[in-house]
């Protein structure tokens, strides 16, 4: 058993995924980032002491906080398995796969 699922406490509900074809915001961002991080059973605890991160700053990253330093963001993004990809002014110029029209 995982020390995650030998705490007691809250059982975590799983929040749905945003709908990701919406124009992309911190809002959105830090939506997907609840989502995903509840969808695997985590508590933001959890998440902030794997990262050695406050908790404090998690929740400012779910609440779409824009002065959280970007790196904690991408840190988190990157332990709970999201990703996005960039594009450019062109819309029919994106980085890496063209033909998926998810950002994360």
């Known amino acids: 058993m995982s020390e995650t699922s030998l ?24 939506q997907c980032i609840t989502a995903k991080r ?18 404090q700053t998690v929740v400012k990253i779910e609440k779409g906080d824009p002065k959280v330093n970007f790196i904690n963001i991408l840190k988190v993004m990157e332990y709970l398995g999201i990703s996005f990809q960039l594009i450019t002014d062109d819309a ?4 890496g796969d063209e033909n ?5």
Do not use: M
């Open 92 to 95: 029919s110029s994106v980085a």
């Open 7 to 30: 705490r007691k406490g809250k059982q975590i509900k799983a929040t749905s995924l945003p709908d990701l074809n919406s124009s992309f915001s911190p809002e959105l961002l830090a």
């Open 38 to 55: 509840t969808q695997l059973k985590l508590r933001i605890v959890d998440v902030a002491d794997a990262l050695s991160l406050s908790k």
């Open 100 to 104: 998926n029209d998810e950002w994360f």
